[in-house]
């Protein structure tokens, strides 16, 4: 099986348990894996027979753009739930980075994995 690959996708989402983290949308990093075949993209040259990952990157920044959620946990989900549905991959692997939120790490993170049904 073949993979789509976005990384380090930047979006902005309004996140987190804190007061502190309630006044303002907070930057997160996205890396996404999408199992996929590749081989009719490869064949025919059209994006139309691939995953568009440019249409994903969109997707993915308008639901944390209209977010509110407490826990990534939750905002990971809404966005494999739609991923799936929209794009159907056979599997995604989404990994939601939250690198400005402890002082003293460079990055905390939540990596989740789902197959289609």
Known sequence: ???VKIQGL????????????RHAKQRLLLDVEMQTSLQAAAESDDVNDTI????????LDEIAQSSSYYLLEALAKEMIE????EFKPYSIRLTV????ILKNAENVAISIYRERE
Do not use: T
Request: charged residues 30%; hydrophobic residues 40%.
């Open 52 to 59: 568009d990952y440019g249409k994903v990157a969109e997707r």
């Open 97 to 100: 980075n939250k690198p400005d």
């Open 1 to 3: 099986m073949d993979l």
């Open 82 to 85: 739609s991923i799936l549905a």
């Open 10 to 21: 930047s979006v902005q989402a309004l996140i987190g348990v804190y007061d502190f983290e």
